[in-house]
Each structure stands twice: as structure tokens, then as C-alpha cells.
T-cell receptor, first 109, second 112 residues
Framework: RKEVEQDPGPFNVPEGATVAFNCTYS??????FFWYRQDCRKEPKLLMSVYSSGNEDGRFTAQLNRASQYISLLIRDSKLSDSATYLCVVKTTGNQFYFGTGTSLTVIP | DGGITQSPKYLFRKEGQNVTLSCEQNLNHDAMYWYRQDPGQGLRLIYYSQIVNDFQKGDIAEGYSVSREKKESFPLTVTSAQKNPTAFYLC???????????FGDGTRLSIL
């Protein structure tokens, strides 16, 4: 079983739409959780950390459900510039990070 | 990403040749990592190092070697034993508090 699983998509949504991505992880001892954004042929860049109480950064909201071992990312009012691949990342004990395969988002004008 | 420099940006390897990818950081981070990304796939861990003069194998270490003689530097050698080296190689760092990783802008390796 993979450490981190994501729906690869692709998600094609119109500008202004709300879109949600989900991610599950297998190791219940996982400690930290993150969403990264990766543009085509570029390195991943940190979008936001995910905290147990849920957290928001502008149009982006991340949530964590430890009981279900589930992480989500919600993007409201999608912009063309949001088109990218979104990676779910989980850090376990021992400072190792595990990456999902990514969910592809295209925002259509 | 600021503070992490990977070079070269593009690299071509001939059959039977070893090549070395450079990763230098000025973030004063203890931990450094090498990942490989194939098209349409997630990042897979090759090697990581939590402290100078120490490193551990990741999930796909075969055909690769590393060294960590200085805190700032974590070079990756792709040896001739790695039969399918064509990929996007990413170096990342993090501090020991387990904060998010920061990435260099990667090296694309291809075989001639």
C-alpha cells in the first residue's frame, strides 16, 4: 500500500469554481502534513502546511482528519493561475517525507 | 527555491558513464534529500542525510551514491549501474524541527 494516495485527476474547472482535492495516508504515526504546488517542469513549492484544527490562507483551505487519515485542500474562486499539480505530502517520524503522485488542476477561462 | 542551488540544470549521460549532480544550500539546514521524479509520477526518495558525514538509503538507492562532507553540500552521483537514469532530480532541505521541505529547481538528466 502506498504511503500517500491522491486522486490524479485531471480536474478541469471553470474560473471562479470551487474545487476540492483529497489525500489519504497509511501511517497513523505521521506527524506533519503539507500541500505543495508543482508547475509543469518546475520544482514543487510549498502551498501550505495542514494543521489539525484546519487552516486557511486566502482562497485556500486545508483540513486534516487524523481519525480517518485524510487530508483535503479546498480552492475557492479558482483563477487561471491556479492551474498546476497539487502534491499531498506527509512527514513521518525520522524526518522522512512521502509524496502523493499529485492531482492535476486546469482552470478554464 | 531561494538558498538551494542545483547544477547543472540539464545533464546528458553517455552509456557507462558516472555523472554527479550538485546541490548546495545556504539555509543552514541539517537535513538534505535527493528525489527522483519520472513523468506523471510522484517524487521517490533516493538518499537523505540528517547530519554531516551521515546518510541513509531511500526507496530507490540502487545505482546512486552520495556524500555529505559539508553541511552545505550533498552531491548525488548517478553511476553506470543505474540503467534508467532519465528523470528529473530534485534536492530538498529541511531543518531538524521537521518543517516543510524546500526544493532546488532541479536537474534534468537524459541518456545520450
Amino acid at each position: 500500500r502506498k504511503e500517500v494516495e491522491q486522486d490524479p485527476g485531471p480536474f478541469n474547472v471553470p474560473e471562479g469554481a470551487t474545487v476540492a482535492f483529497n489525500c489519504t495516508y497509511s501511517n497513523s504515526a505521521s506527524q506533519s502534513f503539507f500541500w505543495y504546488r508543482q508547475d509543469c517542469r518546475k520544482e514543487p513549492k510549498l502551498l501550505m502546511s495542514v494543521y489539525s484544527s484546519g487552516n486557511e490562507d486566502g482562497r485556500f483551505t486545508a483540513q486534516l482528519n487524523r481519525a480517518s487519515q485524510y487530508i483535503s485542500l479546498l480552492i475557492r474562486d479558482s483563477k487561471l493561475s491556479d492551474s498546476a499539480t497539487y502534491l499531498c505530502v506527509v512527514k513521518t517520524t525520522g524526518n522522512q517525507f512521502y509524496f502523493g503522485t499529485g492531482t492535476s488542476l486546469t482552470v478554464i477561462p | 527555491d531561494g538558498g538551494i542551488t542545483q547544477s547543472p540544470k540539464y545533464l546528458f549521460r553517455k552509456e557507462g558513464q558516472n555523472v554527479t549532480l550538485s546541490c548546495e544550500q545556504n539555509l543552514n539546514h541539517d537535513a538534505m534529500y535527493w528525489y527522483r521524479q519520472d513523468p506523471g509520477q510522484g517524487l521517490r526518495l533516493i538518499y537523505y542525510s540528517q547530519i554531516v558525514n551521515d546518510f541513509q538509503k531511500g526507496d530507490i538507492a540502487e545505482g546512486y551514491s552520495v556524500s555529505r562532507e559539508k553541511k552545505e553540500s550533498f552531491p548525488l552521483t548517478v553511476t553506470s549501474a543505474q540503467k534508467n537514469p532519465t528523470a528529473f532530480y530534485l534536492c530538498a532541505t529541511t531543518d531538524r524541527a521537521g518543517q516543510p521541505q524546500h526544493f532546488g529547481d532541479g536537474t534534468r538528466l537524459s541518456i545520450l
